[in-house]
């Protein structure tokens, strides 16, 4: 399966790095951002790939962790290239943080026929769904990625993404929904 995530920052980068490490070989990841100080926390980059094409960054990280080398394409989505980049895909992720690129690879992806995949982040809440009950939310002024836990959401949404696939589900959480209980 030829699997395209669109946007390696904290949920996809995350993503990405757990896909590999399952032994899933046909990846290819699409972003247009370079590696910054403020990515550490939270994504899976590293001090020495401050500078770097976070798309190259991952390929050298995947293919540390597993000798694996994965496809990439460091670009800006937009409606005009999209169509082009999700075709030849079984299956496109959307882990993309703002409005008009996921508006664009929505269009792109149903007018390519393409399987879509949303997975997106809140400050307290996940979601994991597929394109034909998604709707765009608006881009909002605090960027969730950025707050402290977010690497914790982004991998239960990561789980999420895994039962979607297999189920073919719509799925989403909050941090409020996690049960701790005394033993």
Known sequence: MQILICGVGTVGGNLVEHLARTGLDALTVLDCDKVEQRNLANQPYFQHQLGKSKVAA???????IR???????????TLSNAKGLVKGF????DCLDNHQARHD??????????????IGLSLDYGEVIW??????????SRD????????????????????????????????????????
Do not use: S, W
Not at 90 to 93: A, F, H, I, T
């Open 105 to 118: 690879l929505q269009q792109a992806c149903r007018q390519a026929g393409a399987d879509l995949l949303h």
């Open 90 to 93: 079984d299956l496109v992720v």
């Open 67 to 77: 000798g694996q080398q994965i496809g990439t394409l460091h670009k800006r989505l």
């Open 58 to 64: 991952l390929a050298e990280t995947i293919f540390r």
């Open 144 to 183: 969730p990625c950025a707050e402290p836990l977010a690497r914790g959401l982004a991998l239960q949404a990561v789980v999420l993404f895994e039962k979607a696939r297999a189920t073919r589900e719509n799925l989403c959480f909050t941090a409020g929904d996690l049960v701790v209980t005394r033993m």
């Open 131 to 140: 394109d034909a009950n998604y709707r765009v939310p608006p881009d909002v």
